[in-house]
Structures are given as structure tokens and as C-alpha cells.
């Protein structure tokens, strides 16, 4: 139950804002085929699959019966995860922990640009009883939340403008990104309001895109080609789903999965001992926010530390240098396995024009977006 457990191979394609000429299954394969080919295995070593997949956002009941054909997992073990993909790399950890299975692949991937309405999936998150019937858009859940957390903290709307200005900046060094632009903090703020005070330069939009790893036991891992990161901690949180009974001004799965996150890496001082850290920003307030409660920054000095360059690119603590889902765009449960595949470029040096300089311990997390509370925390460490 101690062997450690490593990420030894990564396949993935770009993220583009729509993808009409390739199936999601031919997305798989092709990252499937880039991740066995940098573990240096052939799919018929491996001994157990993870997908991570909601039918609502597949429009097929049973979608994870449409991914065992283009990973090579006919006749193998395949573990649906109806989460995010955070919470599915914790279940290959626990799997390969058991001593049972040596190889294991995590696949996940958005087909974004096949929701026409993802508000009617979105709405389906929400209280039947109570909520639902009140017919809003869930967008103005994020509008709320994002009122409550400005006040309750301090940080100010221009603040999380700069998220925007910093991420999409990012995303320009990102090949793989969708969204790569030059923006101002003026340009964000006089964009269309959604639901105040939220706007529209302030939400991610999506992206289709596919991510396929190979995770090994470290035993196994000493016998692949492939340069490991290991998983030195992991954990995740959920807080009710009732709208009414939230602590709207704080993001208490983020700072749930931290602490178990942190308890297992043996981390103390996490702001001083992590390298960098890609954090979820679906909208452009949830960064400040996660970063307050993964105790990256202190409460209401998140969106300060971002005005001084702390979280920028040559920062003492770069966040997001992928663009996040800000830059990359956002893909849905795939956001959090894009997370943690950015912190395994980086810790294995292969990151190219974004490249961060001696970087050894890094955390992805993630969050299932509206309505819901829900997200993962990974801290990951080069070998």
C-alpha cells in the first residue's frame, strides 16, 4: 500500500473551439496512441481504464460503453468517474495502491461544441423542488457567488479582470490553447454583463479536446521508457448541494480537498512550498477564490498578490501559465486531468516557450462548475 504511483505517459490533442470533422472517439485515439507511445507499452499491458464521463454532457446513456475500442480496452476493466478528472486520478491511485494492477490509463475528453443549450444540462444540476422551478439561468448562481466572495473578501471586480488579462496572455505562449489573445483590464470590464457583476470576458468558453495518461506503480514505472511524475498527494471535497444552505464567499471543497491534499504530500506551508499551480478559472473570480482556500494566498490578499505580479509568469508563484480554462477554454470534467497534465509538462520540462525554470512540486486543481461544490486538489512531484 506504499509504493508510490507515478504519471508515465501522456497523450493529448489541442483545444479548439469546435472539432466538426473528428468524432470523440477518434479525439481519444489519437491521444491514446501519443500516451502509449511516450510510456513506451502497447495497450495491452495495461490492466485497468478509468473514464471520466457524464452521460448528460454526452447526450448517451452509458456513454463510457463508446471508449474501450479506441483506448485498447476490449475485455478490460473500464471504472466510469461521473466527476471531474481530478477525482478519477485519485481512483487509478487507489487502484494501483491495492497491489492488484501495475498499469492503469485515465482517459478523459469535451465534445463541448455538440451542447447547443448546456444551460438545460446545467439546470438539471439544480434543486427540483425548490430551484429549479424558479427558472433562472445557472449562470446567475456564478454571478451571486461571485458578488458574495467580492464582498465577503475584499478583492474587487478589476481584480478578477486582471485574471482574465493574465490568463488569456498565457494562453499565447500555449500552442494547445483556444484562446489565446492580448486583452486589457478595460477591455474585460466593459465586456457584456451575464449576471452581475459577472461578464462575459470574465467565463471560459469552451473547447473541445481529449487527454489520454498512463499511470504505473513505481516498481512498474522503473521498467517503462516513460519520465514519471509521481502523485505525492490527492484529495477531493464536496459540499452540499443545496443553494441555500452555501457559504457563498468561500470554496469550501477546494479547502477540503486541500487539506487532505496537503496531509498526504506532507506539505505545511504550501505557499512556499509549491513551485506553481494550475487552479480552475472558469469564471474569472474562481482563481482568486481558490487560491484563498487552497492557502496560496491569504483571504482578501489574493487579488492584491495578482496586481503585484506574484502569480504572473516570472512570479514567485505562477498560476495558470497554461491560460487555464480562461486561455485553454473549458472542457467541462476534462478540466481538471488539463490541470494536472500542464503541471506534468512543466515538472518534466517539456512545456516549450512557457516553460517554467526550477520547478519541482506543483498542484492542479479543479472545480465541476455551476451549480455544483465539488473539486480536486493533486499535488505532483518530478521524479
Known amino acids: 500500500m506504499s509504493q508510490r504511483v507515478a504519471i508515465v505517459g501522456v497523450g493529448y490533442t489541442s483545444f479548439r473551439p469546435s472539432s466538426p470533422e473528428v468524432s470523440f472517439r477518434e479525439m481519444i485515439f489519437e491521444a491514446a496512441v501519443s500516451a502509449y507511445q511516450d510510456a513506451g507499452i502497447e495497450p495491452?499491458?495495461?490492466?485497468?481504464?478509468?473514464?471520466?464521463?457524464?452521460?448528460?454532457?454526452?447526450?448517451?446513456?452509458?456513454?463510457d460503453e463508446y471508449v474501450p475500442d479506441q483506448l485498447g480496452a476490449v475485455l478490460k476493466p473500464v471504472h466510469t468517474i461521473t466527476s471531474d478528472g481530478i477525482t478519477a486520478l485519485g481512483a487509478i491511485l487507489m487502484q494501483l495502491r491495492t497491489g492488484e494492477f501495475d498499469i492503469a490509463v485515465v482517459e478523459g475528453r469535451s465534445k463541448a461544441s455538440n451542447v447547443l443549450y448546456p444551460a438545460y444540462v446545467e439546470a438539471m444540476a439544480l434543486d427540483p423542488v425548490s430551484v429549479r422551478p424558479l427558472d433562472f439561468h445557472p449562470r446567475f448562481v456564478a454571478g451571486m457567488e461571485m458578488r458574495a466572495f467580492l464582498a465577503s473578501s475584499g478583492n474587487t471586480a478589476e481584480q478578477t479582470?486582471?485574471?482574465?488579462?493574465?490568463?488569456?496572455?498565457?494562453?499565447?505562449r500555449n500552442p494547445m490553447a483556444a484562446y489565446g489573445c492580448s486583452f486589457s483590464v478595460d477591455d474585460v470590464t466593459s465586456s457584456k454583463l451575464v449576471a452581475d457583476p459577472l461578464r462575459e470576458d470574465q467565463s471560459a468558453s469552451t473547447a473541445d479536446g481529449s487527454i489520454v495518461m498512463v499511470l504505473a506503480t513505481e516498481q512498474a514505472a522503473a521498467r517503462m521508457k516513460g519520465n514519471p511524475v509521481y502523485i505525492k498527494g490527492i484529495g477531493w471535497g464536496q459540499e452540499t448541494p443545496n443553494l441555500e444552505e452555501r457559504d457563498w464567499g468561500r470554496a469550501g471543497y477546494a479547502e477540503d480537498a486541500a487539506s487532505r491534499a496537503y496531509k498526504m504530500a506532507g506539505i505545511v506551508e504550501p505557499a512556499s512550498e509549491i513551485h506553481l499551480a494550475e487552479v480552475d478559472d472558469t469564471f474569472a473570480y474562481k482563481e482568486l477564490q481558490h487560491l484563498e482556500a487552497l492557502g496560496l494566498a491569504a483571504h482578501g490578499r489574493s487579488g492584491a498578490m495578482l496586481e503585484a505580479g506574484e502569480f504572473s509568469f516570472d512570479g514567485r508563484l505562477p498560476v495558470n501559465v497554461s491560460g487555464g480554462s480562461l486561455g485553454c477554454g473549458y472542457t467541462h470534467d476534462l478540466s481538471g486531468l488539463r490541470s494536472v497534465l500542464e503541471i506534468v509538462l512543466q515538472l518534466r520540462g517539456e512545456a516549450r516557450w512557457r516553460q517554467l525554470d526550477n520547478v519541482k512540486l506543483g498542484l492542479a486543481q479543479s472545480w465541476r462548475g455551476v451549480p455544483t461544490a465539488t473539486g480536486g486538489v493533486a499535488i505532483l512531484e518530478a521524479a
Open 44 to 63: 495491452g499491458q495495461v490492466d485497468t481504464f478509468v473514464s471520466v464521463s457524464e452521460d448528460y454532457l454526452e447526450g448517451t446513456a452509458i456513454a
Open 161 to 172: 479582470s486582471a485574471v482574465v488579462v493574465k490568463n488569456r496572455g498565457n494562453a499565447q
